[in-house]
């Protein structure tokens, strides 16, 4: 009797975990798109300023990283302006998404530079709920090319 008592517990203790780890991805995702949004809009004013974006970047990369610490690298940064501009609606459009589609997610979507392959795996992801690994695994194979009945030949 106890054992069960215990395990109820851990049971609830391990949910409330698991929806933590879902509530810092999603936190994750947004402080990260709106770093893009502000670089986009503010910096860049919406252009492909290399040279001056460059220098900015930089500058906010050291300010960042010196109150911060760790996680502002200028690649880091890219990859928030990168995401910005391939999703520039998620916060209208992806609520539902958010805790499901990690900042990992996001940064191996951004990868696929075709944007109806990128859509394709985005719906997948999010409907299969694929880990990064899975994500990883399924763009290098341009899983999205092979026909929907032999893709479970495919890969299983």
């Not at 859509?119 to 695994?137: A, F, G, N, P």
Request: charge should be positive; include cysteine; hydrophobic fraction near 35%.
């Amino acid at each position: 009797m106890i054992v069960v008592y215990i395990g109820s517990y851990i049971g609830s203790i391990d949910e409330a975990k698991q929806f933590e780890y879902q509530i810092v991805d999603a936190t994750l995702v947004l402080r990260n798109w709106y770093i893009g949004k502000r670089i986009d809009e503010e910096v860049l004013e919406g252009k492909d300023r290399a040279k001056y974006g460059a220098e900015v970047i930089d500058k906010l990369s050291k300010e960042l990283t010196g109150i911060y610490g760790k996680g502002y690298s200028k690649r880091i940064l890219y990859q928030c302006l990168k995401m910005y501009r391939m999703f520039p609606r998620i916060v209208n459009e992806a609520r539902s998404q958010l805790g499901v589609l990690s900042w990992t997610h996001y940064r191996i979507l951004t990868q696929v530079e075709d944007t109806a392959a990128r859509k394709w795996y985005e719906k997948e992801d999010y409907e299969q709920v694929w880990s990064t690994i899975t994500l990883q695994r399924n763009k290098k194979s341009c899983y999205c090319r092979i026909p929907r009945n032999a893709a479970r030949y495919f890969l299983s």
